[in-house]
């Protein structure tokens, strides 16, 4: 499949890569050769290495000294139980901060986001999950900032999770959990509750655990 030259090449690279990467159809440490995708999408190199270069920054891709890139290793079980008790001791208490101190700007922004991924998105149904993991992440990180406690935003926001998690299986049902989940976040917002945000947020990734440990099952501990 070789792509158009739109103004924003490097954007369209960016995505038909991601949708591989988060389908597994690049698999985990698969080698990534810059020339073979610039011969498969009919594209020069440098919006190939400018969309490998976003994908770095997520954690989709790594770098690899003088070897290229290669896609991000799978999410082990004992990194995906880390990832959940981290979380757990850091979102609610910044859900509950975020609660009495975040502006009604960033409130609005917040709901805004929850509103993204409600509404009907168009293309492909991997496209549309690649693009509800990603406003995921946007909706954490927004509630980190809100608790203007710049420690936690900087440790929430660079976990990296959400994309990870939703590359470990396509599950339309995580999104439309997770949306119900938001809404009860929202509501504690709404009434300035701290203790509600916390326990909603709690909810929230203990439920998120739940939906993925599946994956791992046949995995030994």
Known sequence: MQLAKPVRLGNEVYDVLLKQLMSLEIKPGERIGVDKLARDLGVSQTPIREALSQLEIQGLVVKVHLSGYRAAPQLSRKQFDDLCELRLLLEP?????????????????????????????????????????????????????????????????????????????????????????????????????????????????????????????????
């Open 93 to 221: 208490a910044a859900a509950a901060k975020a609660a009495e101190l975040m502006s009604a700007g960033e409130l609005d922004d917040i709901v805004a986001l929850t509103k993204r991924m409600t509404e009907p998105a168009p293309g492909d149904p991997q496209s549309t999950y690649n693009a509800f993991a990603q406003n995921d992440a946007h909706f954490h990180a927004a509630i980190a900032k809100a608790s203007q406690n710049e420690l936690l935003y900087d440790v929430i926001s660079h976990q990296r999770v959400h994309l990870h998690l939703f590359r470990l299986q396509f599950y339309a049902r995580v999104t439309q959990d997770a949306v119900v989940e938001h809404a009860r976040i929202l509501e504690a917002f709404h009434r300035r509750d701290p203790a509600a945000a916390a326990a909603a947020m709690r909810s929230h990734i203990e439920n998120a655990h739940a939906r993925f440990k599946d994956v791992f099952v046949h995995e030994v501990s």
